[in-house]
């Protein structure tokens, strides 16, 4: 059983600020994380992801993300915030085998003002 | 390739009547989801498929149904559609093996159903 709790509906933040978006999962076997991001009225973004092998994980648009197995979470953190960062953000879990599937979170809104 | 495509982009139906929506690939992969995505509820599993012919229900099966006759489509059926399936769809997809587990996903479909 795997689940995913993204801490905060809505993160505002004012543009050149720290974003930093919280995300902790349970998973009864080793997980791979994900970081997804859907600006409005569109699909689904893959922005980064942990597998296995080094645990600070860069994506795109200057994102990047940590896996803490101990505290296990997969907090995205970003160190300046662009108007064009504002959109929705789901953290995502799956085991590491080739049938698991994806447990998403409830997704945070990033809001960036001027 | 135009990735994952879904048809139609929007559709409004009746309570009681049916619908079926579309999800082609054309990256040749072998598995492929049907997502639900509702406001605060982030993305659910609806049903998905590890191959032609083959399909598994996800964590919100009830009221849809689903074939893969095609290795490149997936449709998913509403037979008798209610107010509480108003949402919008996304389709995803993913090769066989692949070592993470990442999804590809449609643009999605959203549906009102009055």
């Known amino acids: 059983a795997q689940s995913v709790t993204q801490l905060g509906s809505h993160v505002s933040v004012s543009e050149g600020a720290l974003v930093l978006l919280r995300c902790n999962y349970s998973s009864s076997v080793p997980p791979y994380l994900f970081w997804y991001v859907q600006y409005p009225n569109q699909g689904l973004q893959l922005l980064l992801k942990?597998?296995?092998?080094?645990?600070l994980v860069k994506g795109i648009n200057g994102f990047e993300a940590e896996f803490k197995k101990s505290e296990t979470s997969f907090h995205l953190t970003k160190p300046s915030a662009h108007m064009s960062d504002a959109a929705e953000y789901f953290c995502?879990?799956?085991?590491?085998?080739?049938?698991?599937?994806?447990?998403f979170g409830k997704g945070t809104m990033l809001l960036v003002s001027p | 390739n135009a990735g994952v495509t879904q048809t139609p982009k929007f559709r409004v139906l009746k309570t009681g009547q049916s619908m079926t929506l579309l999800c082609a690939q054309d990256m040749n992969h072998e598995y492929m989801y049907w997502y639900r995505q509702d406001p605060g509820m982030g993305l659910r599993l609806i049903h998905y498929?590890?191959?032609?012919?083959?399909?598994a229900k996800g964590e919100v099966p009830d009221g849809y149904n689903v074939s893969r006759l095609k290795k490149q489509n997936f449709l998913l059926g509403l037979e008798s559609a209610a107010p509480s399936q108003t949402s919008v769809y996304f389709c995803a997809s993913r090769p066989q093996g692949q070592s993470t587990n990442e999804q590809f996903f449609g643009p999605g479909t959203r549906l009102t159903v009055l």
């Open positions: 498929s590890v191959g032609e012919g083959t399909t």
């Open positions: 995502a879990v799956s085991g590491n085998s080739g049938y698991s599937t994806l447990t």
């Open positions: 942990y597998t296995t092998g080094a645990t």
